[in-house]
C-alpha cells in the first residue's frame, strides 16, 4: 500500500535560517506528491505540488523536487519567517477512480523572531 | 468563487449518539473526499463521493457513512459514537479529473 514518512518534529528554528523538512513515499503507480500547511485552528491549505519525477514545486518561497530515485520529496526554505509557524504535512495521491490522499504524520515548524 | 465550507466548526456529543456533518464544495467541483485527523497525526481518508455514489473507502467501520447530493455537497454521519471518534473531520473538494484536493475548515468533534 501506500505511505508517506516525514521527519520526527517539532522543529525550531530562528527567523531567516534554513529550513529541511523530510519526505520520503511508498507507492504502487506513479504518485503526485503535495506538501499542505496547517495554521492553529484552521483546515489544510495546499502550499505546492509536483506531478512527476524531477519536477519542481515551489510556492511563497519553498520548494520540493519529486525524486523517484529516492523515493523523497523534502520540503525546503531559505529564510523561514515566524508567520511560517505551522504543521506541515506531506501527502502523495494517485490520479485515477479513487485520488485519495495519503498524509505523513505532520511536524510541527516553530520560528522565532 | 465559493470555497469548501463545513457546518458546524465544533459539535459535542457523547458516546452512542450518532452525528451528521456537512459540506459544500468548492464551485465546479464534483468530488468529496472526507478525512479524520486525530490529534497531531495527519488527516486519514475515510470515503469518497462522485456523482452520489461512494468512490473508495479507507479503513473505517461501517457506523460512518456518507451522502452526496445532486448539487455536489456531502454529509458524513457517524453512528453508535466512540470516545476515539473525536478528532477533526475535514471535507476536500476536487474536480473528477484532477487529483488537486481543496480542504474546507473542519469541524472539531468531541465525544464525551
Known amino acids: 500500500g501506500n505511505s508517506v514518512t516525514q521527519m520526527e518534529g517539532p522543529v525550531t528554528l530562528s527567523e531567516e535560517a534554513f529550513l529541511t523538512i523530510n519526505c520520503t513515499y511508498t507507492a504502487t503507480g506513479y504518485p503526485s506528491l503535495f506538501w499542505y500547511v496547517q495554521y492553529p485552528g484552521e483546515g489544510l491549505q495546499l502550499l505546492l505540488k509536483a506531478t512527476k519525477a524531477d519536477d519542481k514545486g515551489s510556492n511563497k518561497g519553498f520548494e520540493a523536487t519529486y525524486r523517484k530515485e529516492t523515493t523523497s520529496f523534502h520540503l525546503e526554505k531559505g529564510s523561514v519567517q515566524v508567520s511560517d509557524s505551522a504543521v506541515y504535512f506531506c501527502?502523495?495521491?494517485?490520479?485515477?477512480?479513487?485520488?485519495?490522499?495519503?498524509f505523513g504524520k505532520g511536524i510541527t515548524l516553530s520560528v522565532r523572531p | 468563487e465559493t470555497g469548501v465550507t463545513q457546518s458546524p466548526t465544533h459539535l459535542i456529543k457523547t458516546r452512542g449518539q450518532q452525528v451528521t456533518l456537512r459540506c459544500s464544495s468548492q464551485s465546479g467541483h464534483n468530488t468529496v473526499s472526507w478525512y479524520q485527523q486525530a490529534l497531531g497525526q495527519g488527516p486519514q481518508f475515510i470515503f469518497q463521493y462522485y456523482r452520489e455514489e461512494e468512490n473508495g473507502r479507507g479503513n473505517f467501520p461501517p457506523r460512518f457513512s456518507g451522502l452526496q447530493f445532486p448539487n455536489y455537497s456531502s454529509e458524513l454521519n457517524v453512528n453508535a459514537l466512540e470516545l476515539d471518534d473525536s478528532a477533526l473531520y475535514l471535507c476536500?473538494?476536487?474536480?473528477?479529473?484532477?487529483?488537486?484536493?481543496?480542504f474546507g475548515p473542519g469541524t472539531r468533534l468531541t465525544v464525551l
Open positions: 476536500a473538494s476536487s474536480s473528477r479529473s484532477g487529483n488537486e484536493q481543496f
Open positions: 501527502a502523495l495521491g494517485v490520479t485515477g477512480a479513487n485520488s485519495k490522499l495519503t
